[in-house]
């Protein structure tokens, strides 16, 4: 369906800012802010008719596009926001402390280190926990409840962030991103065969 179709916004160095809808991208078409496209796919958008030539407006929008850069993004210093739904997709809704698979009805936040101990509620300090062992450990270390973690929670960078917040990405938007996180990515493993 077009409306949920996404659309991969580049800067004009190549880096990926962000997700937009097809509304935002005809605007940036129209407005001269395309400075190339890249990618396999695309979707033809039909405009209205020429009152004078009958004839209907159309334009095609690729899935991924660079737009003129309004201002420089700096890529080292990027912290998503923490949020339950982009975490438990970081962590492949899968509880870090018993290793099951969960609906994500099914998932909580646990902080690793708690905040009544003094942890912070930031991306390396959180991870996905089934509701089950997040009573199980309360309000204590990992350490002192004898449940050890899985893997160790990190913060994505700002390509992994734009994967896990991807509702549907399609193969050449995936492989535009791919192409861009980093070797020691832990997304690398469970995405490279998307």
């Given at each position: 369906?077009?409306?949920h179709?996404?659309?991969?916004?580049l800067?004009?160095?190549?880096?990926?800012t962000g997700w937009?809808?097809?509304?935002?991208?005809v605007?940036l078409?129209?407005?001269?802010?395309?400075?190339?496209?890249?990618?396999?796919?695309?979707?033809?958008?039909?405009?209205g008719?020429?009152r004078?030539?009958?004839?209907?407006?159309?334009l095609?929008?690729?899935s991924?596009i660079?737009?003129?850069n309004?201002?420089k993004?700096?890529?080292?210093?990027f912290?998503p926001?923490?949020?339950?739904?982009?975490l438990?997709?970081r962590?492949?809704n899968?509880?870090?402390?018993c290793?099951?698979d969960?609906?994500?009805?099914?998932?909580?936040?646990?902080h690793?280190?708690?905040?009544?101990?003094?942890?912070k509620?930031?991306?390396?300090?959180?991870?996905t926990?089934c509701?089950?062992?997040?009573?199980?450990?309360?309000?204590?270390?990992p350490e002192?409840?004898?449940m050890?973690?899985?893997?160790i929670?990190?913060?994505?960078?700002?390509?992994?962030?734009l994967?896990?917040r991807?509702?549907?990405?399609?193969a050449?938007q995936m492989?535009?991103?791919?192409?861009?996180?980093?070797?020691?990515s832990?997304?690398?493993?469970?995405y490279?065969n998307?």
């Amino acid at each position: 369906m077009i409306e949920h179709r996404q659309i991969l916004r580049l800067n004009s160095a190549g880096h990926p800012t962000g997700w937009i809808n097809y509304q935002v991208a005809v605007k940036l078409y129209y407005l001269d802010q395309i400075v190339y496209e890249c990618g396999v796919s695309s979707m033809k958008i039909m405009g209205g008719y020429n009152r004078l030539t009958g004839l209907r407006s159309s334009l095609n929008v690729n899935s991924i596009i660079a737009t003129r850069n309004l201002h420089k993004l700096d890529y080292s210093s990027f912290t998503p926001t923490l949020n339950n739904n982009t975490l438990f997709m970081r962590d492949a809704n899968k509880c870090l402390y018993c290793g099951n698979d969960f609906s994500h009805r099914s998932l909580s936040r646990d902080h690793v280190i708690p905040l009544s101990l003094g942890g912070k509620d930031v991306w390396t300090n959180a991870v996905t926990a089934c509701r089950r062992c997040n009573n199980h450990k309360g309000g204590k270390t990992p350490e002192d409840a004898n449940m050890m973690l899985l893997a160790i929670p990190f913060s994505p960078s700002r390509v992994e962030y734009l994967i896990l917040r991807g509702r549907k990405i399609l193969a050449d938007q995936m492989e535009f991103l791919m192409s861009h996180i980093s070797k020691n990515s832990p997304l690398l493993e469970r995405y490279k065969n998307f």
